[in-house]
């Protein structure tokens, strides 16, 4: 066999391999993160967790999460992406199950922190998984792939979520048995992961050593290229101080508040449509993340076909924004059919948006500083739930926070045209794979 030849069936074994276990994990991570929104009302009632705790409790997971995610990312390369993948999982997968047994605001609170530190360092311990086993060429495919999964997971979320709630017995209500099936879930897949992945192509028995041998040196001969040309690697530090990077976080923060003020609050919109107990309600909730995969794929293959990848992550930000606007006008009826709308818009910026920051970062620090990204914009996940909750339990209605949503979405519009899309000339700056997406 061939040298290309024994890659070439490397890179097709590992795909087969580790891609379908590494979206069923993100499904499992996604559910586990969202689902509280679907027993708000249970939590209310059972808890007497009014509307701003829920909101304030519900953001809270991001602050965790964002200041946990750079060490954890730091601590995966020190233990390797197979140990640290799977400690992730258990930890998450308890701390998704002590959500079962919360008593009041204060418990509340504490759960959602300790989940988001859980949690923190998944991301990037996938994309430092690839790093080690796939070669550049090929890990843009292997990530729209596995981002895949988060779309996945929003369609999967409301019937299983809903659809489990109305298990009642053993002293449980049936929010309790949600948390806990869903947690136990994460856990038992950490088993399987551990004794399905391998750290290394070396210790991969399901590849020949001639496949082996050509995975490594192609590998390795990425690096060799990488220290010939740039002979200094950059400071993160330095790149903090870029103004490229505050452009950058602006804008996923606009993204994150969007997404995740729809994700928390979607389920309470569909209860005021109707009598519908939880699995209508969740199966309501699949439709607008169903238009959202097909919405997805069509803009990443209008961007693919016409060059210009901030004016279609624009173009998208404008559609979230006309959407979210809409939905504060309306019964709600229109307002589920307007977030239906602008659902096409923050799902296709969020995954318009990463080939921007990844073309203009040095593909050697990318890693840190696209967590860092990650992180602090996923701080809109705290704003929006948390600002939704005070408006709600202040005036009784979400309007207003609805209209900030949508404003944002516009600025962000705006600010997408400042960011750059390849480094600056002179930078030591080689540009990362186009394609992956977050």
Known sequence: MSTSSALSSAVRKIKWHVLPLFVVMFIVNYIDRVNIGFVRQHLSADLGIGAAAYGLGAGLFFVSYAVFEVPSNMLMQRFGAKAWLTRIMITW????????????????????????????????????????????????????????????????????????????????????????????ASVVLAGFVWFWLDSKPRDAKWLTPAEQDALVAEIEDEQRRRDAVHTKKPSSWSLLRDPQILIFCLIYFSVSLTIYGATFWLPSIIRKMGHLNDFQVGLFNSIPWLISIVAM???????????????????????????????????????????????????????????????????????????????????????????????EQKTGSIQGGLTGLAVMSVVAAGVVFFARVTPRAGRDAPALQPGVQR
């Open 297 to 391: 794929y069509l803009f990443a293959a209008f961007a693919a076909r016409f060059k210009f990848q901030q004016a279609w992550v624009a173009c998208v930000l404008l559609i979230a924004a006309a959407g979210m606007y809409a939905a504060g006008l309306g019964s709600p009826v229109f307002s589920f059919v307007a977030i239906c709308f602008a659902a096409i818009g923050f799902k296709a910026a969020s995954s318009l948006f990463w080939p921007i920051p990844q073309g203009y970062l040095d593909a050697r620090i990318a890693a840190p500083v696209l967590a860092l990204i990650n992180s602090i914009g996923n701080l809109g996940g705290f704003v929006a739930p948390a600002t939704f909750g005070f408006l």
């Open 93 to 184: 997968g308890l701390a998704a199950v002590g959500m079962a047994f919360v008593k009041g605001e204060t418990s509340f609170y504490a759960m959602r922190l300790v989940l988001g530190a859980a949690e923190a360092g998944f991301f990037p311990g996938v994309v430092f998984y690839f790093t080690q086993w796939l070669p550049r060429d090929e890990r843009g495919k292997a990530m729209a792939v596995f981002l895949s999964g988060s779309a996945l997971a929003s369609v999967f979320s409301g019937p299983i979520s809903g659809g489990l709630m109305l298990i009642e017995g053993v002293g449980l209500h049936g929010w309790q048995w949600m948390f806990i099936i869903e947690g136990m």
